[in-house]
């Protein structure tokens, strides 16, 4: 299982928000590409990077330190969202380096670009599903949306994503623990792989991840935990590597 650290860019910045809350962000980071390299060096073999204003912007913000970051990180995978909504954008990501890209809002409101994007760029895409209460959230969390996780996740499958990222909201930032039990049911109802993320705060999170790893999940995304201290992320590396063993 891949233990994937967390690179939030906000006014050029690496950052935490507490449940997406724009808001409400801690400061980790003044440049993002150091973050990056710093948790490269300590084994990463993935970065999940988002592009925070660009969710909310509806466009990307913050590409060019975006492409840096890849830059700095070369053969390290690299899994960019926030504001993707054409396929230029797609094209200009991949192009700069990035393994996979992230479609969030775009995906939900329009699930046909999915499909379209799987079709032209097959393997590099991954959708990203945010829930609160069982609701999904676009445009940057800001809003919630009536469709059911699953059903979604289903149709994305059948579209050919790469993978599926499941993130609770309402732990997001917080420290509160993985919804473990929620991020199941999810990977138990489809076949492509899923990403946790959300609330991951220590060792027990990762352990209890690699409990249910079977069921499908392929790694788990984290941030301020590992900013914070409160996850070793070499120990925890270590652990959710042993769990393909």
Not at 219 to 228: F, K, P, Q
Request: aromatic fraction near 4%; include cysteine.
């Amino acid at each position: 299982m891949l233990l994937i650290p967390a690179i939030d860019i906000q006014g050029g910045k690496c950052v935490r928000l507490r449940q997406g809350k724009m808001d409400d962000s801690t400061v980790f980071a003044d440049n993002p590409a150091d973050a990056a390299a710093r948790w490269v060096a300590a084994g990463a073999t993935r970065l999940h990077i988002v592009d925070l204003d660009g969710a909310s912007a509806g466009q990307p913000v913050n590409a060019e330190i975006v492409h840096a970051v890849c830059e700095a990180c070369p053969g390290v995978p690299v899994q960019i969202g926030g504001g993707i909504r054409d396929e230029e954008t797609v094209e200009a990501y991949l192009d700069a380096g990035a393994q996979f890209v992230i479609l969030g809002t775009k995906a939900v409101n329009e699930p046909h670009f999915v499909s379209d994007l799987c079709v032209e760029y097959p393997g590099h895409v991954i959708v990203g599903l945010d829930a609160k209460n069982g609701r999904l959230a676009v445009d940057g969390w800001s809003k919630l949306s009536k469709h059911d996780v699953i059903d979604l996740a289903q149709h994305f499958e059948n579209d050919g994503v790469a993978a599926i990222i499941y993130t609770d909201i309402s732990r997001d930032g917080m420290l509160t623990g993985v919804n473990v039990e929620a991020t199941k049911r999810l990977a138990e109802a489809v076949r492509v792989p899923v990403i946790a993320a959300g609330g991951v705060t220590d060792l027990d999170d990762v352990r209890k991840l690699c409990d249910i790893a079977d069921s499908g999940i392929l790694g788990v995304i984290t941030g301020r935990a590992i900013y914070e201290g409160t996850l070793d992320f070499a120990e925890g590396l270590k652990l959710a590597s042993g769990c393909r063993e």
